[in-house]
């Protein structure tokens, strides 16, 4: 074991301070020390997807980056991308469009959806594939996922256009 | 408490009962990063524990010593099988009636074989002791091939009497588990000799693994003062898991209470009792606190519960003009270190006896053997009933030779092969007894939609081109038709160590008219809490919204066997509407109190009882509930409540047509999925917004298992496929649109008739995916290749074929 180390981060909005190893990867800082286990752990590897969180406006897979890498920036897990008074219009349409099924790799695909449709608010059914080939499911063979991504980037663009 | 709503079509919709697509109620929880699956459990105090494992496949071991990691900050004790035995934990039996050790006793039988347990206060400090165990061990020569074991004198199983009988009947050799044989021997082989047309294959339906998202773990916590277990864990039966956790530790049943909270998909991974369990029950009573144990993807993978491993000779004899006389089947079944298959006690090798398929074969023969290697053990249905997916893969290849055999088509082959709708019930040649079935519209529907005929001239045309030329890509048609054999089952055949599997419902209908109902399963992602609410709203007239659904805690759900085998609508489904009808007679009789008439004169009619003949006068679901407690009925108790234990009289038959049109480059071996159609038939149709879902998946498992996916060893038994790196799980990427349609034919002993549909889409998807590429070989001489079509073994049987010259 290491010297430990002074890590301050900002999550979902809240700054986090704390002194963790060295060692201490990020979706441990955020599942074991700070109770947010929305994101979860598939495969340790950077495969599936299912701990996917946002950092500093970009998709990173938190299994694989020590909390120290993550220091003084700020993350966004799923808890932080909308609740009960806030759905965000990608958690109501995957439920609206059976994108889910067991719900573990969901908190990750709609986090890494949420950041799609902010890099490309209007994409192809091709480029969502691709865009969404860092995350795996097991159970809904995605076309669902695919429906769910596209009815939100609709939704959000209408309200969009409506406000403008 | 006047019902406002008259109008029945409203009042039918309102219930959203059977047939609505109806929107999931597990949904809220998990798009907001609310589930409960079992690594988010967090207790005060709680430890962590972890495996040592065997880097060898076959080897003994000579000394464990454990005093350095017992040396690291935070370790606080290491497990080895000298500490299980005195309590008789050191072996478990399995489900298949085997018994297996939960730590190396003496010798490891695998790669990635349980050898030691380190207690740690967090996963790190168990990391860091894990390193510091300090095994010592003696390599034995290594079998991966069941050939070979058949033949070595080495003895992989020294635990065993060589001579002595197993669980299933007399042993031929010391690796030999078992001979499991179904049909007539004699009669077959003679039909066989004497046919006009006889094609013969081999097959090797390669070993692979459910890998679900969420791997297996538990949380073991006992409580010393009050003398009571609690175990959470990734249970697909936590029931039998209750039962066997009892019956190997000596707790009394009703100390031990076991709750599968959210499972992060199951595929028959999370059916068996794994070592981690074990060694978490006992972690926990050793050092007085809870104690969590997650496997990481590696020992997923390499440790608990693969699937498949069959290879499988087939014989299949016809007339002619193609009509089909004998099938002979003979398998030697991989089962690896341990015999821990999870198959009912009198199916040794599952249901593979439903290999005559949809065809109405009149003679037919099965034989199976069980034998040792040093993989791992497992042998579970992934996505499927009882080994009903190898079953199927068999006999759609088999009618695939076959056709070749005939040059034929293999469409037409398989019409007039089926068996025909007036025939049903059906009793196979291998012994099951088919409830129902309309096949032949099936069939015609689905090449009707996919426009066959024009599929296979467009077909011909590319080949001309191929020859000619001008393109470097072949076209399949893959075609499959499959009968599954699901919702096991009759207690008088199906028990699993002994436990009849029935399923059970208990309802208690709130004075408000609402309710909960338990169930004796447990999702896994397949939606019960939503469908079985349906099931329920149809049955008692209350909306489904109003039904909460709950499942997977022993201390409240009432027994069950589980969800696996498509068993949950058969079984639980079954029982949940029976018991919606005791508390619907209830109903009617405090209905017609309330009305003032004879019982028989109400009838119930969407979400009431009214009066025959005076429609105008009725008492709502809503108005009996509360009636049922405020109300003292003279001969009946107060309340509104039931519970129904359900033993299906047979299992249940879901079919299928299904056509995948596939383009294959031959110089990179890259398959190209243009279309894909799938014709399921699931009886009664629940939730048809849930089926769809299902049959995505199941078809995406199946293209996974089919173009890529396995577990593979290499001569030192050395697992080669241990990471999502190696291990293929499709991405969106890979996947194409389903195109999906039904038909239906209701299940005539099921009481809604539905037959379940979870698995049928992995069970006929994979010999359609499998078929299309062999399909686009054909005309350049292919006859069978062995699975997974992965891009190299595609681009390899282009290039046996001659088409890169």
Request: proline fraction near 5%; charged fraction near 25%.
């Amino acid at each position: 074991m290491s010297k430990k180390m002074h890590i301050t981060l900002t999550v979902n909005g809240k700054e986090e301070e704390f002194l963790a190893e060295p060692r201490e990867l990020l979706i441990y800082t955020l599942r074991e020390r700070l109770n947010i286990t929305g994101p979860h752990i598939g495969c340790d590897t950077s495969h599936c997807g299912a701990c996917t969180v946002t950092i500093n406006g970009k998709s990173v897979k938190s299994c694989t980056l020590f909390s120290a890498q993550a220091n003084g920036k700020e993350i966004t897990t799923i808890e932080g991308i909308g609740g009960p008074d806030d759905l965000h219009p990608l958690q109501s349409a995957f439920k609206e469009h059976h994108g889910l099924q067991c719900g573990f790799c969901t908190p990750g695909m709609i986090t890494r959806a949420a950041k799609l449709l902010q890099e490309n608010p209007n994409p192809t059914e091709a480029e969502i594939r691709f865009g969404m080939a860092g995350n795996i499911c097991r159970c809904t063979g995605y076309q669902n996922i695919i429906k769910s991504i596209q009815a939100a980037a609709a939704e959000m663009n209408a309200a969009k256009e409506a406000a403008e | 408490m006047k019902d406002e709503i008259d109008n029945r079509d409203e009042r039918v919709a309102n219930l959203k009962g059977l047939g609505c697509s109806r929107k999931r109620v597990e949904d809220a929880r998990f798009t907001q990063g609310k589930g409960n699956y079992v690594d988010d459990i967090k207790l005060d105090g709680m430890l962590f524990g972890d495996f040592v494992r065997s880097p060898y496949a076959h080897a003994r071991i000579k000394s464990i010593d454990t005093a350095a990691a017992m040396e690291v900050p935070g370790v606080l004790a290491v497990l080895t099988a000298a500490d299980l035995e005195p309590l008789g934990l050191h072996w478990m039996p399995t489900l298949a009636g085997d018994k297996q050790m939960v730590l190396a006793d003496g010798k490891v039988l695998f790669q990635g074989q349980e050898v030691a347990f380190v207690v740690a206060e967090d996963r790190f400090a168990a990391a860091d002791g894990i390193e510091l165990v300090e095994v010592e061990y003696e390599e034995l020569p290594v079998i991966v091939d069941p050939f070979e074991s058949l033949k070595s004198d080495v003895v992989l199983r020294e635990d065993l009497d060589p001579k002595a009988p197993g669980a299933h009947g007399p042993r031929k050799h010391p690796n030999h588990i078992f001979t499991w044989e179904a049909g007539d021997k004699a009669p077959t082989e003679e039909v066989i000799a004497n046919a006009e047309v006889v094609a013969t294959e081999s097959m090797y339906y390669h070993r692979t693994h459910p890998c679900p998202l969420e791997t297996c773990g538990c949380v073991a916590s006992m409580d010393k003062v009050n003398g009571k277990l609690t175990l959470w864990g990734t249970f697909q039966a936590p029931h039998a898991i209750r039962t066997v956790v009892s019956l190997i530790s000596g707790i009394e049943e009703h100390n031990i209470r076991v709750i599968s909270p959210d499972i992060g998909g199951g595929f028959g991974n999370k059916v068996g009792a794994y070592p981690g369990y074990v060694c978490s029950v006992v972690a926990s009573i050793v050092t007085g606190k809870p104690v969590k144990w997650i496997e990481d993807r590696m020992d997923n993978l390499m440790t608990t519960a693969f699937a498949r491993d069959y290879h499988m000779t087939g014989k299949i004899s016809a007339t002619k003009e193609g009509k089909i006389t004998a099938l002979h089947c003979h398998v030697t079944a991989d089962h690896g270190g341990f015999d821990a298959c999870a198959d009912p006690t009198k199916f040794p090798a599952g249901f593979m006896n439903i290999c005559t398929g949809s065809y109405d074969i009149p003679t037919a023969y099965l034989e199976v053997d069980g034998v040792y290697t040093n993989k791992a053990p497992g042998g579970v249905s992934y996505r499927c009933s009882f080994r009903v997916t190898e079953a199927v893969y068999f006999i759609e290849r088999m009618i695939e030779v076959l056709a070749i055999e005939l040059n034929m088509d293999a469409a037409e082959l398989r019409r007039i092969n089926f068996i025909k709708k007036e025939q049903f019930p059906y009793k196979a040649a291998l012994g099951w007894e088919y409830d129902s079935g309309d096949y032949h519209t099936a069939w015609d529907k689905a090449l009707k939609a996919v426009d066959y005929d024009g599929l296979r001239a467009e077909q011909a045309q590319r080949v001309a081109d191929f020859k000619a030329g001008k393109t470097r890509k072949l076209m399949g048609i893959g075609l499959s038709f499959f009968t599954e054999i699901v919702g096991a089952g009759p207690v008088k055949n199906c028990d699993i160590l002994g436990l009849g599997m029935f399923d059970s419902c208990e309802i208690r209908i709130h004075p408000t008219g609402s309710a909960i109902a338990r169930l004796g399963t447990i999702s896994q992602g397949q939606g019960h809490a939503t469908t079985f609410a349906q099931i329920l709203a149809s049955e008692i007239g209350l909306p489904a919204d109003s039904i909460t659904i709950e499942e997977g805690d022993t201390d409240t759900a009432p027994y069950g066997l589980g969800t696996y085998g498509s068993r949950s609508t058969p079984v639980a489904g079954a029982a949940t509407a029976m018991a919606g009808r005791k508390i619907r007679a209830k109903a009617q009789m405090i209905a017609a109190y309330l009305l003032e008439v004879h019982d028989n004169d109400v009838e119930f009619d969407v979400d009431r009882f009214v009066v025959k003949g005076a429609p105008e006068r009725f008492k709502t679901m809503k108005e009996i509930a509360f009636a049922a407690y405020n109300q003292a009925i003279p001969g009946l108790e107060p309340g509104l409540e039931a519970v129904s234990y359900y033993d299906p009289p047979n299992m249940t038959y879901p079919f299928g047509a299904y056509v995948c049109v596939m383009d294959i480059d031959v110089d990179t071996g890259v398959p190209d999925i243009r279309r894909f159609y799938a014709l399921d038939d699931c009886g009664t149709r629940i939730n048809p917004m849930i089926i769809e879902g299902q049959i995505h998946g199941g078809l995406t498992e199946a293209l996974a298992v089919a173009l890529g996916q396995e577990i593979a060893y290499d001569d030192m038994g050395n697992v080669k496929t241990g990471t999502l790196m190696d291990f293929f799980l499709p991405t969106a990427w890979e996947v194409p649109n389903y195109e999906t349609d039904f038909t239906v034919t209701p299940s005539p002993h099921h009481p809604i008739g539905a037959k379940g549909v979870g698995e049928s889409p992995h069970v006929g998807g994979v010999p359609c995916f499998s078929n299309a590429v062999q399909d686009a070989f054909r005309p350049f001489g292919n006859r069978h290749t062995n699975m997974p079509h992965d891009h190299w073994r595609i681009w390899r049987t282009a290039n046996e074929l001659g088409l890169h010259d």
